[in-house]
T-cell receptor
Framework: NAGVTQTPKFQVLKTGQSMTLQCAQD?????MSWYRQDPGMGLRLIHY???????DQGEVPNGYNVSRSTTEDFPLRLLSAAPSQTSVYFC???????????FGDGTRLSIL | KQEVTQIPAALSVPEGENLVLNCSFT??????LQWFRQDPGKGLTSLLL?????REQTSGRLNASLDKSSGRSTLYIAASQPGDSATYLC????????????FGKGMKLTVNP
């Protein structure tokens, strides 16, 4: 049982490049979310999804896109990377708001 | 707007002490509260989830309490061990039973042998 899997674990980008952070879960969870974690700022919600085909914005959505075509996958796209997007990105999933959230190990992203 | 505060930001204690970690939140109309543990370079691991109808949850040496009326939760760690060293975070829904979670900034715990 893999849980929540995030790839890649590390990535360095140049300003203006685009990339997709992958997130997959094998627990058949409906709810998935993306957070970024920055020193002194804590975890902040970027986007979330309550099921396939349904996504919504979190606290800091600008510069990021998401889609949810399957229950298992919830990729996060950076359209044009900026140094301010240097962060650690976490994907999480859960059965519902009444159940614990399961986190991946994160993607450490540096943008030069 | 829901805000979550954890004070202090860091704590260093000798092994064997009983610890109380505090979490406060501004909007008490929440469905639940979660405590997480984060080890360096890792993701978050859910420790305890307390539903709004509960006052306490226990798992091994961990006990979490919830007082919605005062906007507070505490995580009690009994007989602390060096392996308990980690950052502990609490999180509540942005409002009611919202799917959006708001996290505290965490408390870094160091338990010295």
């Amino acid at each position: 049982n893999a849980g929540v899997t995030q790839t890649p674990k590390f990535q360095v980008l140049k300003t203006g490049q685009s990339m997709t952070l992958q997130c997959a879960q094998d627990m058949n969870h409906e709810y998935m979310s993306w957070y970024r974690q920055d020193p002194g700022m804590g975890l902040r919600l970027i986007h979330y999804s309550v099921g396939a085909g349904i996504t919504d914005q979190g606290e800091v959505p600008n510069g990021y896109n998401v889609s949810r075509s399957t229950t298992e996958d919830f990729p996060l796209r950076l359209l044009s990377a900026a140094p301010s997007q240097t962060s650690v990105y976490f994907c999480a999933s859960s059965d519902s708001v009444y159940q614990p959230q399961h986190f991946g190990d994160g993607t450490r992203l540096s943008i030069l | 707007k829901q805000e979550v505060t954890q004070i202090p930001a860091a704590l260093s204690v000798p092994e064997g002490e009983n610890l109380v970690l505090n979490c406060s939140f501004t909007d008490s109309a929440i469905y639940n509260l979660q405590w997480f543990r984060q080890d360096p370079g890792k993701g978050l691991t859910s420790l305890l989830l307390i539903q709004s109808s509960q006052r306490e949850q226990t798992s091994g040496r961990l006990n979490a309490s919830l007082d919605k009326s005062s906007g507070r939760s505490t995580l009690y760690i009994a007989a602390s061990q060096p392996g308990d060293s980690a950052t502990y975070l609490c999180a509540v829904p942005a409002q009611g039973g919202s799917e959006k979670l708001v996290f505290g900034k965490g408390m870094k715990l160091t338990v010295n042998p």
